[in-house]
């Protein structure tokens, strides 16, 4: 389990080739923590939000919450609720969530992020933990037909790593897939390369645009991701 030195905000802009498949990524090794992305895509909006090219701006956010554990030792969602709440994101991918584990005194907290946030709240669990659960959550303002947990490959003595994908079908535009994941966290390739493959595998085609999400253990220059970058726009290389 990776454990973050800071949750800074790092705001990224960039408009997708709608033709591309779609690429979230939170490539950088930890301390980063947070990422934030504004993706422009070619939905037509309703007529008191459409901009002038009418198109909508989707904001989206991966944020490795440390089981709700701060850098001072505080655990404290309400903190990581007013980060979610200031950033205003339309889709929320966390990473290191726990639910009702003693670690965390019994709490789910995906669960009370959603309230805190008002945004609806999808869960997926990698593996049981301290008397409770510990995996992976999507918070989303957008409505969400379908939800599910996807077991990556993963080595016998190794972390049960997974993807959580959820189907976005936002009002008057088409629907979309959004891809949460934390890879392997070892300092060998070999997991996160067979991880990446299992995702570019599922998600790599499809009749449906898909955004992937999440903490990589990973930077973007590794052969281990190339697949995945050369597949996925990279909107964090774009230099906006």
Known sequence: ????????????NSTIDLQKKKWL???????????????TLGWVAES??????????????TYNIHHGEGVDGKFDLERIATIIRKNNCDLVALQEVDR??????GVD????LGKLTGMQAYFGKAIDYSGGEYGLGILSKLPVTVSKSIAL???AKREQRIALEAFVKPEAAPGFVFVNTHLDSS???????VQNAELLKRFGSGPSQAILAGDFNSTS???????????WVDVDSQGM
Not at 28 to 38: G, H, N, Q, T
Not at 48 to 61: C, K, N
Not at 221 to 231: G, H, Q, R, S, T
């Open 187 to 193: 300092a060998g390739e070999n997991d996160r390369a």
């Open 221 to 231: 220059d590794k052969p281990e991701l190339a697949p995945i970058v050369n597949k």
């Open 48 to 61: 008191s939000r459409a901009q002038e090219d009418g198109r909508r701006t989707l904001r989206l956010m």
């Open 153 to 155: 490959p993963s080595g």
């Open 1 to 12: 389990m990776t454990n973050p030195d800071e949750k800074e905000v790092l705001p990224v």
């Open 25 to 39: 990524p939170a490539f950088r090794r930890v301390p980063l923590a947070l990422v934030v992305s504004l993706v």
């Open 100 to 105: 009702k584990t003693a670690r965390s005194k």
């Open 109 to 112: 907290q995906l669960a009370e």
